[in-house]
C-alpha cells in the first residue's frame, strides 16, 4: 500500500474514549472470519491487550469497544460482499 491508498479523513478520538481506541486499534490484526464474513474481535486478546496498555477501567473500555466492533462489523461486511 501506499500514502495514495488512504482516505485524507482525519478522525477526532473523544480523550474519555482513548483507552479504547488503542486497545481497539492494537487489536485490528485480531479480527474472527467465518466463510460468510468477519464475526467479531478474538476477546482473549483483548484482557492481554488492557494488561498491556495498563487500560485502569476495563468495564468501560470493553464496552466502548464493543460500540466500534459493531460499527466496524457493519463496514466489514458490506466491504467484502
Do not use: C, H
Not at 15 to 30: C, E, G, K, L, N
Amino acid at each position: 500500500m501506499t500514502a495514495e491508498d488512504y482516505d485524507d479523513v482525519v478522525i477526532n478520538v473523544w480523550p474519555d474514549i482513548w483507552p479504547a481506541f488503542v486497545v481497539f486499534r492494537a487489536a485490528s490484526t485480531q479480527w474472527r472470519t467465518s466463510p460468510g464474513g468477519v464475526i467479531g474481535l478474538d476477546y482473549s486478546v483483548l484482557a492481554w491487550l488492557m494488561r498491556v496498555y495498563d487500560i485502569a477501567d476495563e468495564v468501560t473500555a470493553i464496552n466502548d469497544i464493543q460500540v466500534m466492533e459493531r460499527v466496524a462489523l457493519n463496514i466489514l461486511n458490506k466491504l467484502q460482499n
